[in-house]
């Protein structure tokens, strides 16, 4: 089983749908970090965060660390938004990542 | 602009031969990383530095070898190409292992 897992792995949504990603992990963090990738592109890095919640434009990060848990929601979805969203688990001295969920969302 | 820079963005080659991939910044951050990423995989540790001349492995470190002699660059050198490495490669930097920052990639095929 990997230690950090992410669901679901692809989502489609129509423009305008609120979006939730999740991430589940099972090791210890010092920090659940939130990171996007558009098709052939570089990686952006969206949120850390070790402890409650993060809101950036339409972008919320949530995490629960007793339940080992953290989502990403993207509220009003538009297409610009469509890439994978991968969370990262900070295991102080690396990152472990998910395998990211593919997120394309149409007009 | 993000202060990270990789290169080559896109390589083909030859199994058996040695290939570099560079990754330089212009932060004067501590710590770079390389990583793959592979289909069905997340992202994967190959190698680590922590300073100059300062590397460890990562989870995936056969075959591979990295350098690092100045604060600037850090190579990544697949020493005899096999067409398992083929894959995408970042290259990342943090001052401190908070914030992050990602290199655009290296694509690489080995044929």
Redesign the interface.
Known sequence: K?E?EQSPQNLTAQEGEFITINCSYSVGIS?L?W?QQHPG?????LF?LSSGKKKHGRLIATINIQEKHSSLHITASHPRDSAVY?C?A?N?????????TRLQVFP | DAGITQSPRHKVTETGTPVTLRCHQTENHRYMYWYRQDP??????IH?SYGVKDTDK?EVSDGYSVSRSKTEDFLLTLESATSSQTSVY?C?ITPD?????????TRLTVV
């Open positions: 990997n950090v920090a970090h990171l592109g570089g990686i952006v890095s850390m991968i990262a900070d102080t001295d690396k990152l472990i990542f998910g395998t990211g | 069905g995989h997340g992202l994967r540790l680590y990562g970042f990342a292992r908070v914030g992050y920052t990602f290199g655009s990639g």
